[in-house]
Structure formats: C-alpha cells, structure tokens
C-alpha cells in the first residue's frame, strides 16, 4: 500500500503518496506554483527556479517541481523571500530576450510573458547585451529562433527523451550555451522528423511553424485560382481552443462555416479519404497476410513516423504500407479525380489542407506527391494559422452557427473520425478487415487498442485468424516497439505508429497551451474524446460504409488496390542519411 505523506503548505494540511513533489501536494491544496521549465511528462530538471518555495526550518529556497514531500514538512510559497527571487529570476531572464511582444507569434499567450506581468517586473532592471542568433527558418515546417530561446530545454527533451529524435540539444558552454542542431546546422538537414513537439512544448516565441497564410491569402485573392481546403479529423476537436472555448468543444460546424467566409472557397472533409485509407490498407493487410508479405505491416499515415523510419529504420520500409496518408490521398483525388470531373487544370486548381502537425507541411513538399511537378497539395495549413486567418478576416467564431461540408467530400464515418486519436487508425482498420473477411458489421469497438498509454497491445480472432497488433504513440514508444519486434521477443502481424504522443489530438500544430493547462488537465484525453463522441453517435461507424466511398470506387477507383487506386493512392519511400 502507498504510504501516505502529511504536511503543512501555506499552513493548510496535505496528505498526499509518498513521492509527490511539492508542486504537485500544492495543486491539492488549490494553491498553484508558478513553473517555467517544467511539463509534466516531458520536462522535469528544476532549472529556471520560478517553482522556489521556502521550506521552514531549512536556509535557502526550493525547485518545488523537483522536491519530493516529507512528512511533516511545513512549505511556504508566498514569502517576501520567495515573491522576491521569482521576480530577480525573470528579471535575469529578460535581460538577455528579445523583447518583441507585438510582433511575436506567443503574444497573449506566452508563459514568459505571463508572468513578467504576474510578478510586475522590470523588463529592463538588468540590461545585458541581446545575444544576435541567426533565426532558423530553412525547413519548410519549423522556425527556430534562439533570440527568444529562455534556455527552458522543454523542446530538448520533447525531441531527445520524448521522440528520441535528438535533432537539437544544448551546445557550446558558459555564456554561449544555447540550444542548437549539431554542428549548428540547420534543422532542415539533421534527421528532425518534423513533428512539432518542441514548438508545443515551448513556453515562448522560439520555436514555431513556418506561416503559409499569405499563400493562401494570395491563392483566394487569384480570379484564376479554384481555392479548396480539406480539414483533417482532429481540427474540430481542438480549433475552439484558439477561440477560448473549453478543451473538448467539438466545432466542426462553426469550422466550416468560418472557412466558407475566407472567400468564395470549397470546403471538404478529410475524414473521407481517412475512411479511403482504411479501404486501402485493411485490404493490404490481408493481401499481404495471403501472399507472405512482410509482416507486420506498420501504419503510414503519419509522415512524421515515415521520415523517422527513414532515417532510422530503412530495413523496415517494405513494412511499412504503401498507403499514401489521407492528406496525401486528398491531394491525389482532387487532382485527378475532382478536376477531371470539373474540367480545371490541376494548375488552377489551389489545395489547401488544415492538419494537426508540421510534419505534413514537410510531406507536401514530397516529390512522391508532386507528379509532374504539380504538387497534389498546394499548401498544409496548421491548426493555429486557421485560428489566425479567421481571426485576420474578422470572423466572431464563437457566435457563428454550424454548417456541413461541401459536396462531393461531406459525408464521413467514425471510423474517419478517430484517425486523430492514437489507435483510431487501428480500430478503423479492424472493422473494415473484418468485414472484409466475414462480411459483417459486427465487429465495431476494439476498445484495447484505446486510450493515450504509449503502447497497446491486443489480440483479436478475425475470419479465424489470430491478429495481435500494437498501436504506439510516440516516437521513443515506436523505437522500443521496434527493438522488441526486431529481437523477437514480440510477433505483431500489425502496429499503428502515431509520431507525437496522444496521436494527433496532440500534434505540434495544435493549439499550444500552457503549462497550468497542461500540467493538470488530461489534454489528449480530453481532445480525444469529441472524435470518440462523433465515433459513438454518428450513424456509419465503418468506412466500407460511407456513401461517399462506395461512389469513389463506383466512379472512379473500382475496388481497393486496382490500378487507379494503386497508382494514385500508394506511394514509396526513400531511406535518408541519419544525422
Ligand atoms: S517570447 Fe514572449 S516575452 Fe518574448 S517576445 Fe514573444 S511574447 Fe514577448
Ligand atoms: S520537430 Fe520534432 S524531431 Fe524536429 S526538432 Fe522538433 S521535436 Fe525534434
Ligand atoms: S501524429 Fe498526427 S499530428 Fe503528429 S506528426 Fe503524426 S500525423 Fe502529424
């Protein structure tokens, strides 16, 4: 049994387990801590010294964050002593940022500033020299610029212990320690996976998203131009946040009526070729188990998770499915498909697809997804730069009523919906296989593969097969997944892999909240659970289902895996040099 601790904060008493840091017995006392360095599961080191409480009967301060309770312990966190050091602490902070509110991407919402204003402290109280750092923009997805870095190194563990990555870390010593790639490189030439954690889990400006907004502005603006935008599943579930509605408010009518008023503009629903890529790779999967294929097979719709294994992996690339990601198969079909159809020259034709992560702005730029030099994405849009184009429109989001998607593409199943949650793709996929199979419906929840644990496992009989699978989220996650598969202590004749922790309810184009949101709330869960809820609710739940489906094959693919379909929505992949 967990032994229990008491003790006294701000003389009101706590009991908490054995283990609990001060930090966490205050937030049980409702007295929250000010943290800077600190996100729970990612970074715990107890550097920046905001978290200082005093503790009575010991001299000096404590990194609260980091300080395990004692029994008895009395812990003040509201001293003169303690309001005072916080306060130097920022001062000293300050001294060597760049100081550039009004023109940075965090302002309203950086913690740095926060708590400038919290502790009123004076920004200029010790003037050092601003150090010039060349900003970082060469990538086509991550801006990196060290001006702002507070040297909080939440985006070195994000990248180094979450996603074992190690595309950036703390280089050079004493005044010119910063943080850099190696051999101060640009990110876009180290074997960074794109996947954005490091900018959500940076507290101010210095890490962000390359902005393809003026593009799209352009694009809307062209006479010439057919603009198009699709959404991916999970920008419903968390678009309200930019617009201060609760974690958890599903939006996806106010979505698409806020996009309508962008401009004389289509607006789709990816959740379609979601379901397109379930028709796909369930059918891979059992060619695949038919013919002795590698096995397992992995998931590919997440581009981050396929430039991590070509990088890291190339022996796997044949396990992986050729299936183009839905952004990818978006981009195909309206390319081909839609402006067939439409008589436009794929030329006119702008695609503009909304996604949770910046690892898709790197994927457009695929030459695998350029044929003919004409890419099948014009632009990948991240969820923030919605927010922020809607806001540039004067859009009141939050007044708007709701609207459906745009015919051809509006009609979707659940199945499609919770492709945004870690081990959505797999459950999707396991209801189509086993209809597939057996050609019933029955199979509908695969509820193991559920949840935001960083690994799942399950067994399931389909058709009278055994099929155990694995779902990972997470890149360090993936890694260990494949170091037991590939010293043969595990057999999976599937995995899903989602690159950032949660799936991509929690991708790194997300809305970015703060540590007292993040620290304390069940983000993941709390996102996940509107596409689980549309999942439940809605009236198709599996993918071979979806109308909008049965007229693609129908019209235009025939059946999954026939030529068109092979040629247009599978692709290959490339191995890469690891650095
Ligand atoms: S990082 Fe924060 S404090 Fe620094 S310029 Fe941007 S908004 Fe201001
Ligand atoms: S985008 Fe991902 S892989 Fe690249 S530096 Fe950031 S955390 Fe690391
Ligand atoms: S998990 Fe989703 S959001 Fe994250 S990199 Fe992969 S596709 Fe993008």
Redesign the pocket.
């Known amino acids: 049994m967990t032994k229990m601790i008491n003790l006294t904060i701000n003389n009101i008493p706590v009991t908490v387990p054995e283990g609990t840091t001060i930090l966490q017995a205050a937030k049980t006392a409702h007295i929250e801590i000010p943290t800077l360095c600190y996100l729970k599961d990612i970074n715990c080191i107890g550097a920046c010294r905001v978290c200082v409480v005093e503790i009575v009967g010991r001299r000096g301060l404590f990194a609260s964050c980091v300080y395990p309770v004692e029994e008895g312990m009395q812990v003040l966190t509201n001293t003169p002593t303690v309001r005072s050091s916080r306060r130097t602490t920022i001062e000293l902070i300050l001294s060597t940022h760049h100081k550039k509110c009004l023109s940075c991407v965090r302002n309203n919402h950086c913690e740095l500033q926060s708590l400038a204003y919290d502790y009123a402290v004076d920004e200029d109280r010790f003037v050092d020299e601003e150090p010039i750092y060349k900003i970082d923009d060469l990538s086509p997805y991550?801006v990196r610029d060290n001006n702002k870095c507070i040297q909080c190194l939440r985006?070195v563990s994000?990248?180094n212990k979450v996603?074992t990555?190690g595309?950036?870390g703390q280089i050079r010593r004493g005044f010119n320690v910063h943080v850099g790639s190696p051999f101060e490189i640009s990110?876009n030439e180290t074997s960074?996976?794109?996947?954005?954690?490091?900018i959500v889990a940076c507290p101010v400006g210095a890490l962000y998203e390359k902005s393809n907004i003026d593009q799209v502005w352009d694009a809307i603006a062209d006479p010439k131009k057919k603009v198009v935008f699709f959404t991916a599943p999970s920008i419903a579930a968390t678009l309200g946040e930019c617009f201060d509605l609760p974690v958890g408010t599903n939006v996806e009518g106010k979505m698409v009526q806020a996009m309508k008023m962008l401009g004389d503009v289509e607006v789709f629903n990816m959740n379609v070729t979601a379901d397109l890529t379930i028709m796909e790779e369930a059918t891979e999967l059992l060619h695949r188990l038919q013919e002795d294929k590698p096995l397992p097979m992995f998931t590919s719709c997440c581009p981050a998770w396929i430039k991590f294994c070509e990088h890291n992996y190339p022996e796997l690339l044949p396990n992986l499915s050729t299936c183009k990601s839905p952004q990818g198969m978006f981009g195909a079909l309206l390319k081909s498909y839609y402006c067939e159809k439409h008589n436009i020259d794929p030329k006119d034709l702008f695609v503009v697809s909304v996604i949770p992560c910046?690892a898709k702005k790197f994927e457009v730029t695929r030459e695998e997804l350029a044929p003919n030099n004409i890419p099948d994405v014009d632009v990948a849009l991240t969820t923030r730069e919605l927010s922020r184009m809607i806001k540039h429109a004067g859009i009141a989001f939050r007044d708007l009523p709701g609207r459906e998607f745009d015919n051809p593409f509006d009609i979707a199943t659940g199945a499609g919906a919770i492709f945004g949650a870690t081990g959505g793709v797999m459950e999707a996929a396991l209801r189509t296989a086993a209809h597939l199979i057996d050609g019933t419906n029955e199979a509908l929840e695969f509820k193991d593969v559920r949840g935001t644990v960083g690994i799942k496992e399950a067994a399931y009989t389909i058709g009278g097969t055994e099929v155990s699978v694995c779902v990972a989220s997470g890149l360090g996650n993936a890694r260990k997944v494949i170091d037991m598969i590939q010293s043969g202590e595990k057999n999976y004749l599937f995995v899903e892999v989602m690159a950032c922790p949660g799936g991509c309810v929690n991708g790194?184009g997300q809305p970015v909240q703060s540590d007292s949101v993040r620290n304390y709330t069940e983000l993941k869960a709390n996102r996940a659970a509107v596409l689980y809820n549309a999942d439940k609710d809605g009236e198709l739940r599996c993918s071979h289902d979806s109308p909008v489906i049965k007229m693609l094959y129908d019209e235009y693919f025939e059946a999954p895996g026939k030529e068109k379909a092979h040629h247009l929505l599978h692709t290959t992949y490339t191995p890469r040099k690891k650095l």
């Open positions: 991550v985006c994000a990248c996603q990555v595309a950036i990110l960074c996976v794109g996947c954005g954690q490091c910046t790194g």
